[in-house]
């Protein structure tokens, strides 16, 4: 479980594809700390570590999550907001994510707005249902709240602080990014669903 507060943005140094999928490797400052089998969120996507170093760490991509994630159109050097694990006794500060990549979204537009910045994200079809205004969307693994949502496109408010640190400041119009959904709204769609014979 994670809570979408993005501890540093690191880069991918390689990613090596094989007929079983890819091996990702990221840099980031935490890599000597971890612990092989850790769960490490990586732009948004619940990754394992199976190995590590004083550079970073690795971590095996499945064909599905190759299928899900834009990994395999992001080369080496594209940055990636990393999050580590939360810890029972850490303050929730952003919301519950669970590092599973619903979907890529779009970015339309990241525009100068006051202090900040003003966020469109184009959701595909399967998502729309499960986004509403002021509720939360993992977009890169940021959990962020949604200011306005009309015919498909999410809008965000981008806080200065939250530009800088994040992944952000190097994505353009037309990119690709990885989208969670809230979990309770998944729950509170299978709850609602009519129960199966």
Same mark, same amino acid.
């Given at each position: 479980?994670?809570?979408?507060?993005?501890?540093?943005?690191?880069?991918? *140094? @390689?990613?090596?594809? @094989?007929? #079983?999928?890819?091996?990702?490797?990221?840099?980031? /400052?935490?890599?000597?700390?971890?612990?092989?089998? %850790?769960?490490?969120?990586?732009?948004?996507?619940?990754?394992?570590?199976?190995? &590590?170093?004083? @550079?970073?760490?690795?971590?095996?991509? /499945?064909? %599905?999550? *190759?299928?899900?994630?834009?990994?395999?159109?992001w080369?080496?050097?594209?940055?990636?907001?990393?999050? +580590?694990?939360?810890?029972?006794?850490?303050?929730?500060?952003?919301?519950?994510? #669970?590092?599973?990549?619903?979907?890529?979204? #779009?970015?339309?537009? *990241?525009?100068?707005?006051?202090?900040?910045?003003?966020?469109?994200?184009?959701?595909?079809?399967?998502?729309?249902?499960? !986004?509403? #205004?002021?509720? /939360?969307? $993992?977009?890169?693994? !940021?959990?962020?709240?949604v200011?306005d949502?009309?015919?498909?496109?999410? @809008?965000?408010? !981008? !806080?200065?602080? $939250?530009? &800088?640190? $994040?992944? *952000?400041?190097? +994505?353009?119009?037309?990119?690709?990014?990885?989208?969670?959904?809230?979990?309770?709204?998944?729950?509170?769609?299978?709850?609602?669903r009519?129960?199966?014979?």
């Open positions: 479980m994670f809570t979408g507060l993005v501890s540093e943005v690191g880069k991918i *140094l @390689s990613i090596d594809e @094989s007929a #079983q999928g890819a091996r990702l490797r990221v840099l980031a /400052s935490f890599g000597a700390d971890l612990e092989i089998g %850790e769960s490490v969120a990586v732009s948004g996507c619940c990754l394992t570590a199976v190995e &590590r170093d004083g @550079s970073g760490f690795a971590a095996d991509l /499945s064909p %599905e999550t *190759l299928r899900r994630t834009a990994f395999g159109t080369g080496p050097g594209a940055p990636v907001n990393l999050e +580590r694990a939360m810890r029972l006794q850490d303050r929730l500060g952003g919301h519950i994510v #669970q590092g599973h990549v619903d979907g890529l979204g #779009q970015l339309e537009c *990241l525009l100068p707005e006051g202090d900040g910045y003003r966020l469109r994200i184009a959701v595909p079809a399967q998502l729309r249902r499960y !986004i509403a #205004q002021k509720g /939360s969307l $993992t977009v890169n693994g !940021i959990s962020l709240t200011a949502y009309a015919e498909g496109t999410a @809008s965000f408010a !981008i !806080i200065p602080h $939250t530009y &800088r640190n $994040t992944d *952000l400041l190097a +994505r353009a119009a037309g990119d690709d990014v990885h989208l969670e959904v809230d979990v309770i709204a998944r729950y509170l769609e299978a709850l609602h009519p129960e199966e014979a």
